[in-house]
């Protein structure tokens, strides 16, 4: 098998023009939702976090590729987040707008100004627009000023910053604080930050959120990662994220590497090692990732971001150890993904799920706020990148 040949046409050939496809011309960004009959809604809401994670893809792309067609997709994302879910009144971005650019959810989540700031970071590395750079830098200062406690980072605010209760980041019946989802997403998007600017303030922040996930988050006992916490940081679910244990896995190993020190790269790299095997041990069912375990309750739908974000945790760790069995298993998702994850479908991209027989029963939608080209993008874009 020829893996990067292979994920670099899924790349190119479908990924990519699905997306240049839903571009608005009109009203700007990328329409926010396409059905499972894809049926495009052109007056459904846009997520910003859709919209942060499209203009990510198409600059990394336009970096990966070195095809200008891509550079432009990301300015028509960048002049979107900039014009239209920028807050220009109390600063941050808002959760979502309408289809024409209006405030519509304006919560301000740090998971949401986390992945503004991924892709702005990216966005500068492509264009060398020093605007998107003192953009990103304005979010950074508000998470390091409004977004923190003694314990961590905060999470939910609303439109002027005041806290409110964290419901678009909870599940399972509970109401977290703080959630692993979060600060993970924080560190890729400080590691992406720190990486095209060198600031020290970045620098110090994203070293104190490696120390929170080896101390706070990591669960030496179970060598898996705690997801929801209270205000204090104290665990309060049993919840095992398969998904989110892997991509945290090579998002840790990134950020040590991106930091230069060779203390913490040897100590974040120690543990990442035991998540993976924990995972391998754990997640995998008949070549695929099954969801998550709650409760001793195995959840065995096969999700597409996790089998992306899979592929890369253990090639990065066959990378690391040279263990094969981690080589392996990345062409037996890739095998996965392309027999069933992928929509054959003309005009379609990925399924949302399957389930344990491999069909797409739950029919979700193949363009949501939530459904983008970020895993998966990424997933081609690492591959393509480690294999050459």
């Avoid at 292979?6 to 329409?31: A, M, N, Q, S």
Wanted: glycine share 4%; hydrophobic share 35%.
């Amino acid at each position: 098998m020829n893996l990067a040949r292979e994920v670099r046409r899924e790349l190119t050939d479908r990924i990519i023009p699905f997306w240049k496809r839903l571009r608005d011309d009109e009203h700007g960004g990328y329409y926010g939702y396409m059905d499972f009959e894809l049926k495009v809604d052109k007056e459904y809401e846009k997520g910003c976090i859709l919209n942060s994670r499209i203009l990510w893809f198409f600059a990394n792309a336009y970096m990966t590729l070195k095809d200008k067609s891509l550079l432009a997709e990301a300015a028509h994302a960048y002049s979107f987040m900039r014009d239209c879910c920028e807050d220009k009144e109390y600063g941050g971005v808002f959760w979502s707008v309408t289809y024409d650019g209006l405030p519509l959810d304006t919560t301000k989540h740090i998971y949401n100004q986390a992945f503004a700031i991924y892709a702005l970071s990216s966005y500068y590395a492509a264009s060398n627009d020093s605007s998107a750079l003192d953009f990103a830098m304005s979010l950074f200062e508000k998470i390091e000023t409004i977004g923190t406690d003694s314990y961590g980072y905060l999470e939910s605010f609303n439109r002027k910053w005041e806290l409110e209760d964290n419901d678009k980041l909870s599940e399972n019946g509970l109401l977290a604080d703080k959630t692993m989802n979060t600060l993970l997403h924080v560190l890729e998007a400080y590691t992406e930050l720190y990486r095209v600017n060198k600031d020290e303030k970045v620098r110090s922040a994203l070293v104190k959120i490696l120390d929170a996930f080896r101390n706070q988050v990591y669960n030496e006992k179970t060598n898996r990662l705690e997801v929801f916490f209270d205000e204090k940081m104290n665990t309060i679910s049993d919840l095992y994220s398969y998904g989110h244990d892997i991509e945290a896995s090579w998002l840790l190993d990134r950020a040590a590497t991106v930091l230069s020190d060779d203390k913490i790269k040897a100590d974040t790299n120690a543990y990442t090692n035991k998540l993976v095997a924990e995972v391998y041990n754990e997640a995998l069912a008949d070549g695929a990732m099954n969801n998550e375990c709650f409760k001793g309750v195995v959840d065995t739908t096969r999700v597409w971001w996790v089998q992306a974000e899979a592929m890369v945790g253990f090639y990065n760790c066959y990378e690391k150890t040279g263990e094969e069995k981690y080589k392996d298993i990345t062409e037996q998702l890739w095998d996965y993904i392309k027999n069933y994850i992928i929509d054959k479908r003309e005009g379609s991209e990925w399924f949302w799920d399957l389930d344990k027989d491999n069909n797409p029963v739950s029919r979700k939608p193949i363009v949501e706020p939530w459904k983008c080209p970020y895993h998966n993008g990424r997933m081609c874009m690492e591959i393509i990148r480690r294999c050459l």
